[in-house]
């Protein structure tokens, strides 16, 4: 079964970045071609026909499994990074992390009015970085199809800031 294997995959680091933080390293999926794949074919049957025109990646582990979705779904792929690492016209949101802000970015013309996008990252912990994606691309016009993480940590609610924006969360393992 595919969640017990992403699971036994996933690492535990303790004490990263910070005392006290139980970190799920998703890298050792990296160095499974065949569980990569296994993933990989699971989300493309979970959204194709999904009426999604466009996949979002957050950085940088969003772009692991959302950029290879996007090609299998044949849609577009856009890069949402950290402010500064985007070379053309861009559009900017500022947000709150627990110890002050951060700005993300977006391609001003990486959105078309009424686009569904679906939002994909890692690991779904206290939602503040896939909440600021969703504001940013609707911001710029688009509409939120939904949200797909590896991991959600369903203990730091999350999903809680995220449903205004979409009731579809969803992720491969859950702790």
Do not use: C, W
Request: net charge negative; proline share 6%.
């Amino acid at each position: 079964m595919l969640v017990e294997k992403v699971m036994q995959a996933i690492r535990d680091v303790p004490d990263f970045p910070k005392p006290g933080i139980l970190f799920k390293d998703i890298t050792p999926i990296m160095m499974n071609p065949q569980l990569s794949e296994e993933i990989l074919v699971a989300l493309e049957e979970k959204y194709r026909n999904k009426g999604i025109d466009k996949i979002a990646g957050i950085e940088s582990r969003g772009f692991l499994f959302g950029y290879p979705l996007a090609i299998r779904l044949g849609i577009p792929f856009i890069l949402i990074r950290k402010q500064g690492k985007l070379p053309y016209n861009k559009s900017s949101l500022e947000y709150d992390l627990e110890y002050g802000t951060s700005t993300i970015e977006m391609h001003t013309d990486a959105i078309g009015a009424g686009d569904r996008v679906l939002i994909h990252d890692d690991l779904l912990a206290t939602g503040g970085s896939a909440a600021a994606a969703a504001q940013l691309i609707k911001q710029s016009g688009g509409e939120i199809a939904g949200f797909d993480f590896l991991v959600q940590l369903d203990f730091l609610q999350g999903q809680e800031k995220l449903a205004p924006y979409s009731p579809s969360i969803q992720a491969i393992v859950n702790y």
